[in-house]
């Protein structure tokens, strides 16, 4: 049985940072790209980030280039979203999403598997 599990959400004030973890099981983690995604109450969820299987590709939103970086550890099967500069705006519930030999696709429905989400909040 797959698993994908977010955590590291937390309430942080506007020019801080945080690191979240995503954490997997039951799949063959090399063969994913991962992706991360965001929403917040009455939006669409929206693409934040997204890595290879290998980790050497990256994609990132414009919103957030410059200031989130994907990471992700093959051998601890765990993705990850270093998020620094936070603003006001980044407050939303962060999901994880896991592509099975995908390109790291910025549309949600493209994904495997997906979290639960982690909520991070920015005071300003």
């Known amino acids: 049985q797959v698993h994908v599990a977010e955590s590291g959400g937390r309430l942080v004030q506007a020019g801080g940072s945080l690191r979240l973890s995503c954490a997997t099981s039951?799949?063959?983690?090399?063969?994913?790209?991962m992706g991360w995604f965001r929403q917040v109450p009455g939006k669409e969820r929206e693409f934040v980030a997204g890595?290879?299987?290998?980790?050497?590709?990256?994609d990132y939103a414009d919103s957030v280039k410059g200031r989130f970086t994907i990471s992700r550890d093959n051998a601890e099967s765990t993705a990850y979203l270093q998020m620094n500069s936070l603003k006001p705006e980044d407050a939303a519930v962060y999901y994880c999403?896991?592509?099975?030999?995908?390109?790291?696709?910025?549309?949600?429905?493209?994904?495997?598997?997906y979290g639960q989400g982690t909520q991070v909040t920015v005071s300003s």
């Open positions: 890595i290879n299987w290998s980790g050497y590709t990256t």
């Open positions: 039951g799949l063959t983690f090399s063969t994913y790209a």
């Open positions: 999403a896991a592509d099975y030999g995908g390109p790291m696709s910025r549309e949600w429905n493209q994904y495997d598997y």
